[in-house]
């Protein structure tokens, strides 16, 4: 186990390790039982999990446990199959009768704190962290402890711990980034004891690339663009990259130095060809004012970009700022074709307009979204969980009336009371919403829509307690309606 990050490629499998998997899985299939040592079975499981063959991974964990009880590796790859397979609850209850039965093993102590950290589980992962170090100290667990004293704001020990993970192993300084940047989703975006940490990184190892770099991404987080672009620029002295590159022309955008941002874009055109600066541009050049070449950035924007995930984002802020936001869904058909519009990225973009508030542009696309879809209950069950989280019930409501109302098909008509019902709850119409609930429930009570699950009982209890008490029989039963 390595708690700071390593690749798992395809290609860190060999030939030889891809085919004892396959061999596995035929063996099963023949109803063979061949014999396995420790180190196949681990290649084996590892395996099928990264190639997501459910069936033969659970029988592949359940035989090496058998064949290797007291092996805490296995015990280990058994929370793992419970974690992979969403079942977070039986994961916990797992790692509990494990660590309690199982004979003491730093491994065992080290991975199952990893894994509680990781997903938030109610366990004490300090103490298991303490025990694991206390049989066999490592860079694995002091790294761990530094994560919990960081979380902590315990810059102190955090550092402390760090170092010594550092003298056991050197190379978890290339995870420093992720060490010193993984607390912002648990802090709300607050950094001051991060930054502490990183600053006295950079006293005790000047010359070291990553821990700039990570220096740096800490204070563009926090706002701090001047002090940002100065640790990426002597990150940059030490040893230049596209990617430091990218990042000092991020922040001279940030810092309404566009003309020096674009500079740096087309410096990185002329050392990687393959990486794409497009988007970058196109906001550099919309601030400028120069919109039509902004807009024609965006065009030439592809996956290879930086920044793509926010093309989106960034053309409905040139069109908004040219006054042309009824042209979007024009621009879209330019931007893709049909067969190249996922809906993944129409999705982007009906966020966009969502937050934008243009409910024409919103519709449109919404309404052009069902070609995406094999059947009109598919297109209309996407269409109600998506407005209904982009709180645009109205929408929705009104693209069902207006096509799926009259004379629905069979599919549909069974399911349709229940999209309304959500919509209408969603829209505060909870007369509305009781009717088209019950006949839903009327006609297809078995297949409850999902989506009604979801709700939060509490809250539909204290606003709705009519329609809580239509829906209540079933949340009981969340895992079997889904499974059905």
């Not at 490592?138 to 010594?164: G, H, I, M, P, R």
């Not at 995930?309 to 069109?319: G, I, R």
């Not at 709180?391 to 229940?418: M, Q």
């Not at 209408?424 to 006609?443: G, K």
């Amino acid at each position: 186990m390595q708690f700071y990050p390593f690749d798992n490629e395809e290609d860190e499998f060999t030939a030889e390790e891809i085919s004892l998997a396959n061999g596995f899985c035929e063996a099963c299939d023949k109803g063979i039982l061949k014999e396995y040592d420790e180190d196949q079975y681990d290649v084996i499981i590892s395996h099928l999990m990264f190639s997501q063959r459910g069936d033969y991974l659970k029988k592949a964990v359940e035989r090496a446990r058998r064949a290797f009880p007291d092996d805490p590796a296995f015990a280990i790859w058994q929370a793992r199959y419970y974690i992979w397979n969403n079942q977070m609850d039986e994961a916990q209850q797992f790692m509990q009768k494990t660590l309690r039965h199982f004979p003491a093993s730093a491994e065992l102590y080290e991975e199952m704190a990893f894994i509680a950290y990781t997903f938030h589980f109610n366990m004490n992962i300090r103490e298991l962290v303490t025990k694991a170090i206390a049989i066999e100290p490592s860079a694995n667990a002091y790294f761990l402890l530094t994560n919990l004293y960081l979380d902590q704001n315990n810059v102190d020990k955090a550092y402390d711990c760090f170092q010594e993970s550092y003298r056991y192993d050197n190379s978890v300084i290339q995870s420093i980034d992720l060490l010193i940047q993984s607390q912002n989703a648990k802090k709300g975006g607050r950094y001051e004891a991060e930054l502490e940490f990183a600053e006295r990184l950079t006293k005790d190892l000047p010359l070291c690339r990553q821990v700039w770099l990570a220096t740096g991404t800490l204070y563009a987080l926090d706002g701090k663009h001047n002090e940002a672009l100065e640790a990426f620029e002597f990150a940059a002295s030490i040893e230049s990259d596209c990617l430091i590159l990218y990042a000092i022309a991020q922040e001279y955008c940030q810092l309404g130095q566009y003309e020096r941002s674009i500079e740096y874009c087309k410096l990185i055109a002329e050392t990687d060809k393959e990486i794409k600066t497009n988007v970058l541009i196109a906001k550099s050049l919309r601030n400028l004012g120069h919109f039509e070449d902004a807009l024609l950035q965006l065009l030439k924007a592809d996956e290879h970009d930086l920044d793509f995930p926010f093309v989106f984002s960034e053309l409905v802020l040139t069109l908004n700022a040219m006054g042309r936001m009824e042209d979007i869904p024009d621009f879209i058909d330019r931007f893709y074709q049909a067969e190249n519009l996922t809906l993944e990225k129409l999705e982007w973009v009906l966020d966009c307009l969502s937050l934008e508030n243009n409910s024409v542009a919103f519709h449109q696309l919404c309404l052009s979204a069902e070609n995406q879809f094999k059947t009109a209950t598919d297109y209309c069950a996407w269409l109600t969980e998506f407005c209904y989280i982009v709180h645009t019930p109205g929408v929705a409501l009104d693209i069902l009336a207006e096509k799926f109302t009259d004379l629905p098909d069979e599919e549909l008509y069974e399911h349709l009371g229940y999209f309304l019902a959500l919509l209408h709850i969603a829209n505060a119409n909870p007369r509305t919403a009781a009717h088209h609930l019950h006949n839903a429930l009327v006609l297809n009570e078995n297949n409850i829509f999902e989506d009604f699950l979801d709700i939060d009982s509490e809250k539909l209890y204290a606003q709705y307690p009519d329609i809580y008490f239509m829906v209540s029989p079933y949340l009981d039963h969340v895992s079997d309606v889904r499974n059905n």
